[in-house]
């Protein structure tokens, strides 16, 4: 049985930062991605960030320069490190594993950045 769990969420003044975890189990395909999309209240859901198996990394325009995503595939983890966070930060963030035919989510984890 697959299971992909995330934490590290939670309440941070602008400015604060948070490093988000994503722990995956059970899963036999190859992963080629790992991912983390966000979704804020009446708001499609994004990508935030990406990184492949080779660990090249793909970012959202806003986040550039102040997240940064990274992979242990010992631990078979990814990670979100998010400095310097915005008030427009704040969605309950979500890790994807991709595989060769589709992923898996998990149930998400929520950011509130506010003073």
């Known amino acids: 049985q697959v299971q992909v769990t995330e934490s590290g969420g939670g309440l941070v003044q602008p400015g604060g930062s948070l490093k988000l975890s994503c722990q995956a189990s059970g899963i036999t395909e190859t992963i080629y991605y790992r991912n983390w999309y966000r979704q804020a209240p009446g708001k499609q859901r994004e990508l935030v960030a990406r990184i492949t198996r080779e660990g090249i990394t793909n970012y959202l325009d806003s986040v550039k320069g102040r997240f940064t995503i990274s992979r242990d595939d010992a631990k078979s983890a990814v990670y979100l490190q998010m400095n310097n966070l915005k008030p427009e930060d704040t969605a309950t963030y979500y890790c994807?594993?991709?595989?060769?035919?589709?992923?898996?989510w998990g149930q998400g984890t929520r950011v509130t950045v506010s003073s």
């Open positions: 994807y594993t991709e595989v060769s035919r589709g992923g898996y």
